[in-house]
């Protein structure tokens, strides 16, 4: 459905995509990868025409878009794409928004595109909010009516452009569930995401983007269990993972306690799993350690670490200094926190390091 060959974007003064190739079938579900800056929301970008490759091709069903002949407007009408900023028209209702679109360019008379809109809403939750203004909505849901908009053209393929990102974690699952359920519905989709959990779900294949290229692509398990390529297997890795760095007694506590709520949501982990490393760093590291360190010039690490079903985490904590057990030497109440319900908290010295190990 989807052929791409040799995509390359070039800026002033950068080059997101340079040689970026795919070919997508009819109903597949497609979840593109990879670190910031990699051309990942430009090769969506390109796929709809709000880019301008500077060179490749990009066929969809059999048509050139690049081809300045070719009538993109047409091609384009097959393809909805929802962004990360939602993009709905503050002076319009609910209803409006979504009817806007299929009576100016499908041609259908107001009542039609209304008894759409309402149809459209209910399968999403969101009938009664049809009256209601976007000013009104919280962010989730109207990612979910943008959702809604892009499907009301009827399209044969639906792009996202991280969809998520612009959303409080705790919105998240509700847009993420909407997605899930167009993609039994055979519908051809392809979702730039930052959520791994969720692109391993409901992917047919996973695209891992870096360099301005599809660096390497497969299912869902041969990306995330089994990579083949260095910077996939990389980057795959610190996806499970949380590292930090405390070189004062002073550090922003609050920020890295969201940075670590936030982490556990990407996760997707369980709230007793979630609750758990919030207490490790709470009570061993801010309680205990920090104290027990000198007032200046340490080093303390605090990562993080969880498997991809989310069923065993663990927490390592470092730093340089004397021999000083933590299990054993701190406050006994924090110490009870920090290690109830857990597999082993295990304490070790070694090249003058300390470490504490903590598997749950």
Request: hydrophobic residues 40%.
């Amino acid at each position: 459905m989807i052929e791409v060959r040799h995509l390359r974007k070039e800026y002033p003064n950068a080059t997101p995509l340079t040689d970026a190739n795919a070919s997508i079938r009819k109903g597949e579900v497609i979840s593109i990868i990879g670190p910031s800056g990699t051309g990942k929301s430009t090769f969506l970008r390109c796929l709809n025409g709000l880019e301008t490759p500077t060179s490749g091709e990009i066929y969809i069903d059999g048509i050139n878009i690049c081809d300045k002949s070719s009538n993109i407007s047409k091609v384009r009408q097959k393809m909805g794409m929802v962004f990360q900023s939602f993009n709905l028209f503050s002076h319009l209702t609910v209803a409006e928004n979504i009817m806007a679109a299929p009576v100016d360019l499908l041609g259908w008379s107001r009542q039609e595109a209304y008894d759409a809109a309402i149809k459209l809403l209910k399968t999403v939750g969101l009938a009664e909010k049809a009256r209601n203004y976007p000013d009104e909505l919280s962010g989730g849901q109207k990612q979910r009516i943008a959702i809604v908009r892009a499907l009301a053209m009827q399209p044969e393929i639906l792009l996202f452009d991280e969809p998520t990102s612009a959303l409080d974690p705790t919105m998240v699952g509700e847009v993420l569930t909407v997605i899930r359920n167009l993609a039994r519905e055979g519908l051809t989709m392809i979702i730039v995401t930052h959520e791994m959990k969720f692109a391993r779900d409901v992917s047919t294949r996973v695209f891992y983007m870096d360099q301005g290229v599809i660096y390497e692509e497969g299912t869902p398990e041969e990306i995330f269990d089994h990579p083949q390529k260095g910077p996939t297997r990389i980057f795959v890795k610190r996806l499970r993972t949380f590292h930090r760095e405390i070189r004062s007694r002073d550090f922003d506590f609050v920020a890295m306690a969201n940075d670590i709520e936030e982490f556990t949501m990407r996760q997707s982990l369980k709230a007793a799993k979630m609750l758990k490393f919030q207490q490790i760093f709470e009570e061993l590291c801010v309680l205990v350690l920090l104290p027990a360190l000198p007032e200046s010039g340490f080093l303390l690490e605090f990562e993080a670490a969880c498997s991809e079903n989310g069923e065993d985490c663990e927490v390592t904590i470092c730093w340089e200094g004397e021999r000083y057990n933590p299990l054993t030497h701190g406050d006994e109440l924090s110490v009870k926190l920090a290690t109830a319900r857990t597999r082993s908290a295990e304490y070790e010295h070694e090249n003058g390091k300390n470490f504490v190990r903590i598997t749950f």
